[in-house]
């Protein structure tokens, strides 16, 4: 049986390490446990998502049934040895280290599940946990925390440049009832390097909700590149919520592909507080069905002479709604600062709805802000064109979708990479043309 019933601590208790766990993560969990229900959900530009079922309250049962080889029930096809610096692969509520270069870990790289390096490196990690999302900053924050089932700290020491991305696979256990409440920490020291991959899949249909929150941390002169490829189930609810802080010099280059079949929030926020620190999001989705999903972008230029972009485009099927929120502020002080955005939805369908909101909050004279929104359907004249050169409706239209989402493709490095968000692509795009792409 499955442990809906069971009181929390008594749930936490089977988690791995949880009799190990240090006293401030312990407080921590007790509070959010205590407060979470009473706390108000985050404020999303036009949207308003009460009756979500986000709070699963199940996070690990006494039949969990993990593979012998925990990709056995995943389609995905991963990077070689020789192209990755390093995988780790998190499935329901385990986590394994399927490769790691012996050069990381000679050069003082950390790549463990959260709970383990709470262990081994509480210190480490207490400086930086919760330093981007407070644990009772709001209901979604407090939930997770409070029923957190796992997690991945990724540490990167002084002047440490990894050329490589490090890989990571996100795989929810959907076959019982089971939340997905797990918690990223990237930490960048200075003057370090590193590019994330993060794939994200279902297993299983049963109708869970996902927590996925994720913290990176970039110190002076180091140089981040978060890349994500999201593909939820149709049966999960999910909030999606990734923050970053960027210091004097250091930059943060956010690239996702957001292709859940659920109903999902996605909210990017990077806090540019250093001195010509820098951070590009770029974005691109699809909604379909009967799907609603929620791109929620927010900047805040703090230090003098920061750079934020944000870049977000979408695609709309069938009767599903798709919204970007994109939000810059300067505060007071940012002098030389620049925010600049532009969001952009096409709509494929009459029964569709799109949404595009853009929010510039300026506190300082001496900076530089703009954005640009728009909401449309295929150009009629490129459609002509394409289909008086010989191609079909949909083969055209297919075509004009590629081409308008192509921009954030292009920034992934590795080419077998940016195949794979095409394949993502394609598969959204089948259930709109079945057959037919």
């Not at 109708?207 to 890349?227: D, I, P, Y």
């Not at 659920?262 to 999001?281: C, M, P």
């Not at 944000?310 to 007071?332: T, Y």
Request: glycine fraction near 6%.
């Amino acid at each position: 049986m499955t442990l809906v019933q069971i009181s929390l601590d008594q749930q936490q208790s089977l988690i791995t390490h949880s009799d190990q766990l240090p006293d401030f993560f312990l407080t921590a969990q007790a509070e959010a446990a205590a407060q979470w229900d009473s706390l108000e959900l985050p404020i999303i530009e036009r949207m308003h998502y009460k009756k979500w079922p986000l709070f699963t309250q199940t996070i690990t049962s006494t039949r969990t049934r993990q593979p012998a080889n925990p990709l056995d029930d995943v389609t995905l096809d991963l990077l070689s040895n020789d192209e990755v610096a390093a995988r780790i692969i998190h499935y329901g509520n385990e986590t394994y280290l399927d490769y790691i270069a012996q050069d990381l870990t000679d050069k003082g790289v950390i790549i463990q599940d959260l709970f383990t390096a709470l262990v081994d490196h509480p210190a480490l990690v207490q400086k930086h946990l919760f330093s981007t999302l407070a644990p009772l900053e709001d209901k979604i924050n407090a939930y997770h925390t409070a029923y957190m089932n796992g997690g991945l700290f990724i540490y990167i020491p002084k002047n440490v440049e990894i050329k490589l991305p490090i890989e990571t696979v996100l795989v929810q256990d959907s076959r019982d009832e089971l939340a997905f409440n797990k918690h990223i920490l990237i930490v960048s020291e200075q003057n370090s390097q590193l590019t994330y991959l993060e794939r994200s899949t279902t297993v299983g249909d049963h109708a869970n909700s996902a927590t996925l929150l994720t913290e990176v941390v970039a110190s002076a002169g180091a140089q981040v590149k978060f890349v994500a490829m999201d593909a939820l189930g149709e049966s999960t609810c999910a909030f999606v919520r990734r923050h970053g802080i960027t210091y004097d010099d250091a930059n943060i280059e956010w690239a996702a592909a957001a292709m859940n079949q659920g109903n999902t929030i996605l909210d990017t926020y990077t806090e540019l507080k250093g001195q010509g620190s820098a951070s590009n999001t770029n974005i691109i989705s699809i909604a379909n069905g009967k799907q609603t999903q929620m791109v929620n972008t927010g900047l805040l230029n703090v230090g003098h002479h920061s750079a934020a972009n944000i870049f977000q485009h979408g695609v709309i099927l069938d009767q599903a709604r798709l919204s970007f929120n994109g939000i810059g502020q300067i505060v007071e002080d940012a002098k030389g600062a620049d925010a600049q955005q532009e969001s952009r939805l096409m709509m494929l369908s009459q029964e569709s709805r799109g949404d595009t909101n853009p929010i510039l909050y300026i506190d300082e004279f001496e900076v530089t802000a703009g954005h640009a929104a728009s909401v449309g359907q295929v150009d009629p004249e490129q459609l002509y064109y394409l289909m008086s050169r010989g191609l079909s409706q949909t083969d055209a239209e297919y075509l004009l979708i590629r081409g308008f989402l192509g921009q954030v493709i292009q920034t992934i490095p590795s080419m077998q990479v940016r195949q794979q968000m095409v394949e993502m692509i394609d598969n959204k795009l089948q259930l709109f043309h079945p057959g037919n792409l």
